[in-house]
């Protein structure tokens, strides 16, 4: 494990407790638990019938706040990924498979670890929904034979060695394609080496056919450290949602069962 993950793990380890609580605490205060609640303050006035859900997640969410981000538009830098604007379904699946063990990070599976499957399809609603503008693109440093290496794999991928363009799932933009497949621009370099490295040695893995895991698997170190780093110092303008799912008219290159649950 790199040290960067390491003392992201002790950040994560530290704050874990607190903002399980929280949570918790939180889904206790939920609408509809306490049913009891308008009889016993009954000169309050009645909630207008659209009351902000929105809102009263956004402030549930605060405790998500403290390593993804305000609203969960995390940086560009550092470890934490960005999870506004991810796909619902694919988000609704990080959050089971860190519960499952299919994803390994103690801070997240302590957080979710009481938490029912709607409540985690309500957070996974609710971050999917937020359209929020991305970092500014930075410098990448490659070369600029490791900046085509990166480009080619994003854009024509490597087909005589089984690997398909990375546009062809995650979009045309690199934005995402609905129903779960994430865009990828702006992840911190580092997230995106790990998350690579840890499909690579089966440490993360998605629902069967997991064809991410064949994708990194055929990836040769270098290629994941230039796409890493060139995926990460790209920008996209705002308002940018994911592909809507088939908006191609192309079928996947490949069967992946990410989106089927
Ligand atoms: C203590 C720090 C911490 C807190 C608090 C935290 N997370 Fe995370 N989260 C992480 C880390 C670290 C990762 C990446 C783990 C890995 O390497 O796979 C992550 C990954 C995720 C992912 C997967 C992202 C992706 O692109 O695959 C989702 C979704 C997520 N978190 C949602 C949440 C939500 C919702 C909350 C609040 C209820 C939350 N997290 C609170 C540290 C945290
Ligand atoms: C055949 C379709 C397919 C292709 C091609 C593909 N991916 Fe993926 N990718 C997926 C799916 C599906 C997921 C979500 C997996 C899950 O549910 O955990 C994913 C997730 C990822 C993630 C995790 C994102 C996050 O937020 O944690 C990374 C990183 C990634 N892909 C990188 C790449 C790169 C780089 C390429 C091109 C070299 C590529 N992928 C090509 C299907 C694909």
């Not at 399980?20 to 609408?31: G, Q, S, W």
């Not at 062809?168 to 690199?174: K, L, Q, V």
């Not at 690579?196 to 170190?221: F, S």
């Not at 592909?243 to 490949?254: F, K």
Request: with cysteine; glycine share 10%.
């Amino acid at each position: 494990m790199s040290r960067a993950a390491l003392s992201v793990l002790g950040v994560a380890l530290g704050v874990a407790l607190v903002v399980a609580l929280a949570i918790a605490a939180d889904v206790r205060a939920e609408p509809g638990a306490t049913p009891a609640q308008p009889a016993a303050v009954p000169m309050q006035p009645a909630a207008p019938a659209s009351a902000p859900v929105a809102d009263t997640m956004a402030q549930r969410m605060q405790a998500c706040v403290v390593c993804h981000g305000p609203e969960g538009r995390a940086t560009n830098t550092g470890y934490f990924p960005r999870i506004a604007g991810k796909p619902a379904g694919y988000l609704y699946e990080q959050l089971q498979n860190f519960r499952n063990g299919r994803r390994r990070n103690a801070a997240m599976a302590h957080l979710l670890q009481h938490l029912s499957d709607d409540y985690l399809r309500e957070i996974a609603r609710h971050f999917a929904t937020l359209d929020l503008p991305y970092p500014p693109a930075r410098p990448h440093g490659l070369t600029p034979e490791q900046q085509a290496l990166a480009e080619t794999l994003v854009r024509q991928g490597a087909p005589e060695r089984g690997i398909p363009a990375c546009t062809a799932c995650h979009g045309s933009r690199m934005a995402g394609r609905l129903p779960a497949m994430p865009g990828l621009l702006t992840l911190p370099a580092d997230y995106l080496l790990g998350q690579l490295g840890a499909w690579r040695n089966g440490v993360r893995r998605a629902a069967e056919p997991d064809c991410m895991a064949h994708v990194a698997r055929a990836l040769t170190p270098e290629e994941v450290a230039a796409v890493s780093r060139w995926l990460s110092a790209q920008t996209l303008p705002g308002g940018t949602a994911p592909d809507p799912a088939g908006a191609t008219g192309e079928p996947l290159p490949m069967a992946c069962g990410s989106g089927l649950r």
